[in-house]
């Protein structure tokens, strides 16, 4: 498929040719990558950001924030509380915080590593190489940073440089990391204003062009507050004008099921965001488009609230046994089972089908 094609998928409307599409996005997944779905235990260890991100809730200028950061202890008792759950994976995400240090996280690292053993995956934004490999060489797997957009402009636009540096090159970041010897995920939203179907298309023709591991998409959801709430949104969405992706639901399916026949063998979530957007069948509908992965909330409820992306998150209110219990049983509803192991990138995969 060319990017051509994507585009020509992307603008469909008839139902019958959709149908086609959901029906091949999910044979290619169960081929690929089998019938387990991975669960990854996701901690926000602290909502505190240096960045000023147009879209994000926890951006350094959103208003009125209490801001907070997990105690050691805190994390690693999520963790352990992650592996009785019989998750292979840990997910540990923040906002982009100096004050979360290295050294911090060396030890977070080691410890998580020596009494659980898990797959550890960081998501903790833009960080020196220097940190990167301190990192990998503490025992982390995985790194997360989605780049947002290809298109250069608009990333300027909505993710602004921090005061004195050079602008952020996030594929060239991505590849270090790969070098470095981390599986590397990305993604980017669904729908940002400013997002025109053409750079949806080229967007996705990226996951492929640079073979990322794991694959995070999401629609994009207005968060109070933000520059994308107010003139800027506007300004964005008149600049894209019929060429504007809508932030929907359908939208974003299309976009995740040509993202699994592009990239057949890699790891693709079914987001939070999808399952805020639509709480009663949205996780479900990611999972029967191509997604394997889900990742189930592990943050204390006392810390889930603060860790506001965007309004309404699904499970919010939630403690992580009925989160998991939730996902659990939506997983089996769909006859399909829990991923055992760690379940990165490739033959991996298969292990745990049962
Ligand atoms: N709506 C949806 N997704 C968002 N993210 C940030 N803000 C929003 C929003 N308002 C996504 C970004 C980021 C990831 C952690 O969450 O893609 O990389």
Same mark, same amino acid.
């Given at each position: ?9 992307? *603008?469909?409307?008839?139902?019958? $040719?959709? #149908?086609?599409?959901?029906? $091949?996005?999910?044979?290619?997944? #169960?081929? %690929?990558?089998?019938?387990?779905? %991975?669960?990854? +235990? ?39 509380? +992650? ?8 997910? !540990?995400?923040? +906002?982009? @915080? ?25 998501? *903790?934004?833009?960080?020196?190489? #220097? ?10 797997? $995985? ?16 993710? /602004? ?13 991505? *590849? ?35 073979? !990322? ?10 968060? /109070? ?17 019929? +060429? ?15 993202? $699994?026949?592009?990239? /057949? ?12 957007? @639509? ?9 029967? &488009?191509?997604?394997? &992965?889900? !990742?189930?909330? *592990? ?25 998991? @219990? ?15 192991? /760690? ?12």
């Amino acid at each position: 498929m060319n990017r051509d094609e994507i585009l020509d998928w992307l *603008l469909e409307t008839d139902p019958v $040719r959709l #149908e086609e599409l959901w029906e $091949r996005a999910d044979a290619v997944r #169960e081929a %690929h990558v089998g019938m387990a779905v %991975h669960l990854r +235990g996701l901690i926000e260890i602290g909502n505190h950001c240096v960045r000023k991100c147009a879209y994000c809730g926890i951006a350094a200028c959103a208003p009125g924030m209490e801001r907070y950061r997990l105690a050691f202890q805190d994390i690693i008792d999520c963790a352990v509380r +992650g592996q009785a759950f019989g998750f292979g994976t840990v997910v !540990m995400q923040s +906002g982009e @915080d100096p004050g979360i240090t290295r050294e911090f996280m060396v030890d977070v690292i080691r410890t998580i590593k020596r009494r659980t053993g898990m797959a550890i995956t960081l998501s *903790l934004g833009e960080r020196r190489e #220097e940190d990167l490999r301190a990192w990998k060489e503490a025992g982390a797997d $995985r790194y997360l940073l989605r780049f947002e957009t290809t298109d250069p402009e608009l990333y300027r636009t909505i993710h /602004p440089s921090l005061p004195g540096t050079a602008l952020s090159d996030r594929l060239q970041q991505l *590849l270090l990391m790969r070098e470095i010897g981390f599986e590397i995920g990305t993604g980017v939203m669904v729908g940002i204003p400013g997002q025109t179907w053409a750079t949806l298309a080229t967007d996705i023709w990226t996951f492929r062009d640079f073979d !990322m591991d794991m694959i995070g998409i999401g629609p994009f959801i207005l968060s /109070p507050g933000t520059p994308l709430d107010g003139e800027l949104g506007e300004q964005l969405r008149r600049e894209a004008g019929t +060429g504007q992706v809508p932030s929907d639901e359908l939208t974003t399916l299309k976009a995740l099921a040509l993202t $699994r026949l592009l990239c /057949p063998d890699t790891n693709i979530p079914s987001t939070t965001a999808l399952a805020t957007l @639509d709480p009663g069948a949205g996780r479900a509908n990611g999972l029967k &488009v191509g997604a394997n &992965v889900v !990742m189930p909330n *592990l943050t204390p409820p006392k810390y889930r609230v603060l860790y506001r992306i965007y309004p309404g998150k699904a499970g919010l209110q939630e403690t992580a046994d009925i989160t998991r @219990d939730k996902i659990e049983a939506q997983i089996h509803a769909l006859g399909r089972s829990i991923g055992r192991g /760690p379940g990165g990138r490739g033959r991996a995969n298969m292990v745990g089908i049962d």
